[in-house]
Every structure is written in structure tokens, then in C-alpha cells.
């Protein structure tokens, strides 16, 4: 393809993207495709010529957008939307044109520098406090693919740190620590790198939070069988449910436990912060007194598409002392020097991707005000969802909402005559077979989980185009599911 044939080919991407997102609400959420069928459509092995390009975009159109799952339909309500904008489309076209690795400052100085001023305006979106700036030179904030390498790279600092101030640890006596309801990125660092993983109990009293009493316990127990905590992963919006660990008291926990780093995994619910009106339920205050790395997603409910995990910690030298690996072939002057940041110290890949440049369009485009809105209006919709579950006689909630998201089950007045100690398990064959009716519909999309053996629907509220109507039809269509899903089951 030349110059100008990509010209007229990216007119027409357009032209069909624009399409696409004008009929969007007219598709079903989820794809409708059984497995294997892209392998029955196309040939088993690349064509011997080059084929006309013309073709190519037509069969996106034909075979691959049917296998799509329409994440920006307004009636997707499962997992965490990923709320997705036009600006950040055009960022990453033009971060893909000019397709460069910028590992080290000298590779490209403008992805470096964006990366690192993009990171201090979200810090301050986020009331992070001054040590996480990259202009403090201390402390400072890269961003990463995903949460779960937030974590990891998290956990590679916190192993390098604690190792070298207690150097006749043995690995395997170091422990992670997470919860139950701590996403499955705690417990995948620790398969990763080959070290234990405590998972730590926690109650529906509590709202699936982490007490500081049940980690404090926790510690003092492996402490006395010779193990060394070196951190805890907490969680401020657990993928679950919502939930947000008590990280007040953990900071008691800690000042009896300085080698313990925090990491504060707020994947989705971090992007809050940017309102300062949740940043008490979202423990702001805490994040910043205790959090020895902080991340959140962008390319969750912050407006940016995939990818845009972005984490920050206390001291960059943590991480580089962790990560650091220079061979000749990648010094330059500048990093010698230690003038610049070279990124790739910051993360563990080498080549990086220039996703900067389309949250710097996003929060150009939008302003704090346009970014705070979107919040705001999915938090609104939420509180709306949630009213509609509470006034139900058959649905009840099954935790407090959480900013955007519900957690909740059928409870219809005929349990009330079941045996207490039948309840629990006809309740679950009762939601499992409303979510089954649920996700058979190709109008709507919700994800379930499991909350201490309580099967529960989600109901995640953040696509760009989820407006009042939708949520008003997705309770519409739930409410129909139920009614036949209720009948079975009574009868
Ligand atoms: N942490 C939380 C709380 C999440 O909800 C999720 C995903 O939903 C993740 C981490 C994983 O995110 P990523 O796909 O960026 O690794």
C-alpha cells in the first residue's frame, strides 16, 4: 500500500468506524458466533500473493465485527465497561504511525516527556499527593498495559527493596498478601515470580472489605512461623463488588509493620478520585499517607480505550533499582547522565507503546469538568439502578453500590417458606438460571460472581452511551427474565 491508497483506505476506516458507532445500539451486545467459526470461514494459511486491500476491509466487516462483543453498547453492563473515545481512537492512530518503541528518553524525547507530564496532570486529577509527581524527581508515575503488570511490577519493587534491607530472607519466606476479593492479579504475581500468596478472609458484614485487625492477625501469625510479609496488595473497588479495603486501619497495622509496601490496586474505582467528592469514600487520604504505589485504569471507565494502566509510586528508585538493566547497546548520553527518565527501568518489556498521547488528548479534549461529568453521570445511573432493585419485592441488593457498579439476586417473597437451610442453595439455582435466561439474550450483557458462596448478577455501569433509557430497558428486560426464571423455579 502507498501513500496514497492508505489515504483513500483510511477514509473509508473512518467512514466505517463512524458506521459502526451509528449502529451500535441496533447489534446485539454479545457476539452471537459458536467457537471455531472464524477457522471454518478463512483459508488455514496466509495467501501465497498479496491480495487487494479492498477485500481485506470488506472481510473486517463480514467475518470479524459478527465475532465481536460490542463493549461500547450502551447496553453493556458486565465486567467494567471500557468507556472509549473518539479522541483516544485518533491518539493511538497517531501514536501507531509513527510506530516507535521509546524505551529510552534519546528513542523519541516527546514520548518520555508526554508520558511523564500526561502522568503529573492525572496525578493531579486524582489528588495524588506531591511525592508521586514526576517533577518532584523522587517519586513519579509510568504507565503500564494493565493493572495486573501494575501489579507485578509493584511486587517486583516491593521483593527487591525488602531483599536488599533484610538480606538472609530466603524467597520462598516471603509472602504476598491479598484477599479474597483482590482481583486475580495478586495471586498471578505470586505464580509469576514463584512466591507464596496469602489470601485473607473477609466478611459480607464488612462489605468484603479488609480490617486492619484481620491483616494485622495475619501477619503476626506467619511472622511467628519464620515468613516475611513484604505486601499487601489492597484494593479501593474490587472487581466483585465494589469493595474498598479499610485502608484507615491498615495504616494502624503498618506503623507496626514499616517493611510491608502498599500497593493500592484501584483499577477501576481510582478513576473517581478525579471528583473530589468521593475522594473520602475512596480514601484519598489514605492512598497517599500509606500507598507506597497507586494505579488505576484509564482504559476502564476513564476514556481511554485499552491500553492506559497507569502507576505511581512513592520512589522511583525502587522501581529502577528493581528493573535497571543496562547493557552497552541501550546506553545513551543522556541516561548516563541521568538527566532523563528512560521508561523502560519502569516496567518490564523493553519497547513501550506511546499511550500517553491519547489520554493527553482525552483530558485536552474533555477538561476536568467534561472527565469529572462522565463520572458523575454513570455514578447518577447507578444510584438510579440500584433505587429500582430496592423498590423490587423479588430483587434485593446483595451489597451497598459501588460509585457505578450494583451486586444483586432475585429474592422473591416465595423464598420466605423455604427451609433456612435450603435457602442459600435453592437461591443460587434460582439466580443461576435468571442469569442463564439473562445472557441467552442478545440485547443485553451482565456478568455474575460469587460473593462468600453467593451467586450475584453485576450490573457495571461506564460505556460512553449508556443513557437513563438503557438502564430503563436493561431493568425492563431483567425484570422479564425474572418473572419466567421465578415461575420455574416455584413450580
Ligand atoms: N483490578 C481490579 C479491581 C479490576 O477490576 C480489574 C479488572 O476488572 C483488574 C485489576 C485487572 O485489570 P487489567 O486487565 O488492567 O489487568
Not at 514526576?134 to 504507565?143: F, I
Not at 474498598?244 to 510491608?260: K, N, T
Not at 461506564?462 to 425474572?482: N, P
Request: include cysteine; glycine fraction near 6%; aromatic fraction near 10%.
Amino acid at each position: 500500500m502507498d501513500i496514497e491508497q492508505f489515504r483513500k483506505a483510511g477514509y473509508q476506516a473512518i467512514d466505517r468506524i463512524c458506521d459502526y458507532y451509528y449502529s451500535l445500539q441496533d447489534r446485539p451486545v454479545a457476539s452471537q458466533v459458536h467457537p471455531g467459526y472464524l477457522r471454518e470461514a478463512l483459508p488455514s494459511s496466509a495467501p501465497e500473493e498479496g491480495e487487494d486491500f479492498q477485500l481485506i476491509a470488506d472481510d473486517y466487516q463480514k467475518y470479524i465485527i459478527p465475532g465481536l462483543t460490542h463493549w461500547q453498547h450502551p447496553s453493556f453492563f458486565g465486567y467494567f465497561p471500557t468507556a472509549c473515545t473518539f479522541e483516544g481512537i485518533l491518539g493511538d492512530l497517531y501514536s501507531t504511525s509513527a510506530t516507535n518503541p521509546g524505551f529510552n528518553w534519546a528513542c523519541s524525547p516527546a514520548c518520555t516527556e508526554l508520558e511523564a507530564i500526561v502522568m503529573d496532570w492525572s496525578a493531579k486529577l486524582f489528588g495524588l499527593a506531591d511525592h508521586f509527581l514526576n517533577s518532584g524527581g523522587v517519586g513519579g508515575g509510568v504507565m503500564q498495559t494493565t493493572a495486573s503488570d501494575s501489579a507485578l511490577v509493584a511486587v517486583i519493587a516491593a521483593r527487591s527493596l525488602y531483599t536488599s534491607t533484610h538480606p538472609a530472607v530466603k524467597l520462598e519466606d516471603l509472602v504476598i498478601y491479598t484477599t479474597t476479593q483482590t482481583h486475580s492479579l495478586g495471586v498471578k504475581a505470586g505464580l509469576v515470580l514463584g512466591l507464596a500468596c496469602r489470601t485473607l478472609e473477609v466478611s459480607a458484614e464488612d462489605q468484603y472489605a479488609l480490617r486492619g485487625d484481620t491483616l494485622r492477625k495475619a501477619l503476626e501469625e506467619d511472622e511467628a512461623q519464620g515468613k516475611h510479609p513484604f505486601i499487601l496488595i489492597a484494593t479501593v473497588g474490587t472487581t466483585s463488588s465494589g469493595a474498598i479495603d479499610r485502608l484507615e486501619e491498615i495504616a494502624e497495622v503498618v506503623r507496626d509493620h514499616p517493611s510491608l509496601w502498599i500497593h493500592v490496586d484501584a483499577a477501576w474505582a481510582g478513576i473517581t478520585l478525579s471528583c473530589p467528592e468521593y475522594r473520602e469514600v475512596a480514601k484519598l487520604e489514605w492512598i497517599n499517607k500509606i500507598g507506597d504505589s497507586f494505579c488505576t485504569n484509564f482504559h476502564k471507565w476513564g476514556l481511554v480505550n485499552f491500553d492506559a494502566s497507569t502507576l505511581w509510586v512513592r520512589n522511583r528508585k525502587h522501581l529502577t533499582d528493581a528493573l535497571d538493566v543496562t547493557p552497552e547497546f541501550l546506553r545513551t548520553k543522556q541516561g548516563d547522565a541521568g538527566t532523563v527518565i528512560d521508561y523502560r527501568n519502569w516496567h518490564i518489556a523493553l519497547g513501550r507503546r506511546f499511550r500517553s498521547l491519547k489520554v493527553w488528548f482525552v483530558l485536552r479534549s474533555y477538561g476536568v469538568h467534561g472527565f469529572q461529568k462522565h463520572i458523575r453521570d454513570a455514578i447518577e445511573l447507578n444510584k438510579h439502578f440500584a433505587s429500582l432493585v430496592t423498590e423490587s419485592p423479588t430483587f434485593s441488593l446483595v451489597t451497598e453500590p459501588s460509585f457505578a457498579l450494583s451486586v444483586f439476586r432475585l429474592q422473591p417473597p416465595a423464598a420466605a417458606s423455604i427451609k433456612p437451610d435450603e435457602l442459600e442453595q435453592r437461591l443460587n439455582e434460582l439466580n443461576q438460571a435468571f442469569y442463564r435466561r439473562v445472557t441467552a439474550r442478545p440485547d443485553i450483557l451482565l456478568t455474575q460472581t460469587k460473593l462468600n458462596g453467593t451467586f450475584c448478577i453485576r450490573f457495571a455501569i461506564g460505556a460512553v452511551r449508556t443513557k437513563k433509557e438503557h438502564v430503563d430497558r436493561a431493568w425492563a428486560l431483567i425484570q422479564e427474565e425474572a418473572a419466567v426464571a421465578v415461575k420455574e423455579w416455584c413450580e
